[in-house]
């Protein structure tokens, strides 16, 4: 019972918090030189980081359910009974450590994912191969700072996890500035995010094969 009450007066500060800094920053939809559509809002980038279950700690990470609900309102995203396809598009993500690949989990954004099913979101990934699925019943716009908070990882300008000793991040091999949290996810958009020493190779496309 403790538990619970901890948990759901994490979500309502988290709610708080979010809400004060709204009333003091202001979002902007903007577009980068390099053509990719960016939504900036330091409000709610602040109030993903502070979601119950949003981990800053060291890589690797597994998708984090314990407190995935409380998560889920403060995103904007739904617990879907089954895959909604109205809108359905997909994004590749690869992120390195010292020049290395950290596993991009599957399973983030579906409950239930290994044992039995509960519900998934618009948000989610099916394998270890990097993809995320955008399902949504309706067309919408979602960010990589949805799905990183999604995921249970710290993102921000400066920090991937507890990893704060500096990164660089890029779409389709294009270096980026700006905060990757803000990157609004477009169809067949690849990112990279690699922190501390560079891989030798930064991705600038991927086989989507019919995704």
Request: hydrophobic share 40%.
């Amino acid at each position: 019972m403790i538990a619970v009450l901890v948990v759901v007066a994490a979500a309502a500060i988290a709610a708080a918090l979010y809400f004060a800094l709204r009333k003091s920053g202001s979002s902007a939809s903007t577009t980068t030189k390099s053509g990719f559509e960016m939504h900036v809002d330091p409000a709610q980038d602040a109030t993903y980081n502070h979601l119950p279950g949003v981990r800053k700690t060291k890589a690797p990470w597994a998708p984090e359910f314990a407190q995935l609900d409380n998560r889920l309102a403060p995103l904007g995203l739904k617990a879907l009974s089954s895959e909604a396809l109205v809108y359905h598009i997909h994004q590749h993500l690869d992120v390195y450590l010292n020049g290395k690949p950290i596993v991009v989990p599957e399973c983030i954004g579906i409950l239930g994912c290994y044992k039995h099913f509960v519900y998934l979101t618009e948000l989610h990934t099916h394998n270890t191969d990097g993809v995320i699925h955008n399902e949504s019943e309706t067309k919408r716009n979602y960010t990589l700072g949805q799905f990183f908070s999604e995921w249970g990882v710290l993102l921000n300008k400066q920090c991937v996890g507890a990893y704060c000793q500096g990164y660089k991040w890029y779409v389709n091999g294009k270096r980026m500035t700006g905060n990757p949290q803000d990157l609004v996810l477009k169809a067949h958009l690849v990112i990279v995010i690699a922190i501390g020493k560079q891989p030798k190779h930064i991705r600038s496309t991927y086989a989507w094969n019919g995704l």
